[in-house]
């Protein structure tokens, strides 16, 4: 199985505050990503990275923001989290070339009161 | 732009029926084709994926077919169990060595009663 872990697991935290989801991977990778899962399991991506000091922001607009400073580390933050950031987050990562598979993480699920 | 089209869900089958999820894409050039499966409170995991057109993708029973012709890579499996029950997701890749993510289906939930 993939090498690729994410926490928290589960984060049911208040409105304003500060959040960081962790995602670690052990492969390798140089591309790594982080997808939006809502209730209705559509998956969207919010931010990808093609290597050390390389982010970009994916197809669906998001609040958070994201680094790359290590090759094996692509941290998700809020600065200031809000009810509609409710939502599954999954992080990915996938070897270089084209067209390879991703490999998930388990994702983290976060509920803002 | 890219886009994939799968059958909506639930499916509800009984053990031991076969099962076909139906996907279709719009893709320029000559995308990878990918089926993950998600299984309650876990991520996406990869079970078959075809590069190439007439690739036959397969694992674990199930199996898939890219038809260039028709832009279709339907998941099928003769015989499912209980613990096939989780939600699938067809998916291409089209980056042209880029990192642009994964284009996905919108998931189908597929129930396999005892």
């Known amino acids: 199985e993939a090498d690729i872990y994410q926490t928290p697991r589960y984060l049911v935290i208040g409105t304003g505050k500060k959040i960081t989801l962790e995602c670690s991977q052990t492969m390798g990778h140089d591309k790594m990503y982080w997808y939006q899962q809502d209730p209705g399991m559509e998956l969207h991506l919010i931010h990808y990275s093609y290597g050390v000091n390389s982010t970009e922001k994916g197809d669906l607009s998001s609040e958070s923001t994201v680094s790359r400073i290590r090759t094996e580390h692509f941290p998700l933050t809020l600065e200031s989290a809000r009810p509609s950031h409710t939502s599954q987050y999954l992080c990915?990562?996938?070897?270089?070339?084209?067209?390879?598979?991703?490999?998930f993480g388990d994702g983290t699920r976060l509920s803002i009161l | 732009g890219d886009s994939v089209t799968q059958m909506e869900g639930p499916v509800t089958l009984s053990e031991e029926a076969f099962l076909t999820i139906n996907c279709t894409y719009t893709a320029t050039g000559y995308p990878s084709l990918f089926w993950y499966v998600q299984y309650p409170g876990e991520g996406l995991q990869l079970l078959l994926k075809?590069?190439?057109?007439?690739d036959k993708g397969s694992n674990k029973g199930f199996e898939a077919t890219y038809r260039k012709e028709t832009t279709s890579f339907h998941l099928e499996k003769g015989s499912v169990q209980v613990s096939d029950s989780a939600v699938y997701f067809c998916?291409?890749?089209?980056?042209?060595?880029?990192?642009?993510?994964?284009?996905f289906g919108k998931g189908t939930h597929l129930i396999i009663q005892p």
């Open positions: 998916a291409l890749s089209n980056s042209g060595g880029g990192a642009d993510g994964l284009t």
């Open positions: 990915a990562s996938s070897p270089t070339g084209n067209n390879q598979p991703q490999h």
């Open positions: 075809a590069t190439k057109a007439d």
